[in-house]
């Protein structure tokens, strides 16, 4: 069936560091592909979605590409913050059975940020 | 308010208790989620309703009683819980509860409970 795989975490990194946290996924079809966010005490807030075979999604200096040939969606920052420290959930759309709007989510990987 | 909310943001419960969970979307979207968060294991997708009928269960346990009065508002009734329903109990909408793959999903903050 579908699935998301993440790294295990957590990813320890000093200010300014490049990270990337790794995701693969298996799919029937042609899942869209989300990175969301979750800080401390809070909800999963959406970072970037890709939602086609060599589509990029960006935001807040994060970066994804959407792999088809690996079927990946890793994702990046050249330089990361104290403030970037949060839990990382990667997730696709769930498009079998036709009906409904699914997410199914990785394990998610906490990244801390040390200044 | 914006967004999604949910009330309480946190809630002790004993094992014979009722209560209930309230999440309020004010983005104009037709379909709500709730999401199980627990430590360690990936979120669970509860239920989903689409246009206030519901399309999914994802074989929860009847403890767990959802109710969707209207496209704005979803409610999820709590009775006679285990402490292994303990979690974050997370609610989500998005424009439509049918699968397309360009849908977002956009979350609240969360319920955190505690059944004791």
Redesign the interface.
């Known amino acids: 069936g579908n699935s998301?795989t993440q790294m295990e975490g957590p990813v320890t990194l000093s200010e300014e560091a490049f990270l990337t946290i790794n995701c693969t996924y298996t799919a029937t079809g042609?899942?869209?592909l989300?990175w969301?966010v979750q800080y401390p005490?809070?909800?999963?807030?959406?970072l970037l979605?890709a939602?086609k075979a060599d589509d990029k999604g960006s935001n807040k200096g994060f970066e994804a590409t959407y792999r088809k040939e690996t079927t990946s969606f890793h994702l990046e920052k050249g330089s990361v913050q104290v403030s970037d420290s949060a839990v990382y959930?990667c997730a696709l759309?769930?498009?079998r059975?036709?009906?409904?709007?699914?997410?199914?989510?990785?394990?998610?990987t906490l990244l801390a940020v040390q200044p | 308010e914006t967004g999604?909310t949910?009330t309480p943001r946190h809630l002790v419960m004993g094992m014979t208790n009722k209560k209930s969970l309230k999440c309020e979307q004010h983005l104009g979207h037709n379909?709500m989620y709730w999401y199980k968060q627990s430590a360690?294991?990936?979120?669970e997708?509860m239920f989903?309703y689409?246009f206030k009928e519901q399309?999914?269960n994802n074989s929860v346990p009847s403890r767990f009683s959802p109710e969707c009065p209207n496209s704005s508002h979803l409610f999820l009734h709590l009775h006679t819980l285990q402490p292994e329903d303990s979690a974050l109990y997370?609610c989500?909408s998005?424009l439509?509860?049918?699968?397309?793959?360009?849908?977002?999903?956009?979350?609240?903050?969360?319920t955190r409970l505690t059944v004791l």
Request: hydrophobic share 35%.
């Open positions: 998301v042609y899942p869209s989300f969301y005490g809070e909800g999963l807030q959406l979605k939602t959930f759309s769930d498009l059975g036709g009906a409904t709007n699914k997410l199914i989510f990785g394990t998610g | 999604v949910q379909a360690k294991k990936p979120l997708l989903v689409n399309t999914e997370l989500a998005s439509s509860g049918l699968a397309g793959g360009q849908d977002t999903q956009y979350f609240g903050p969360g």
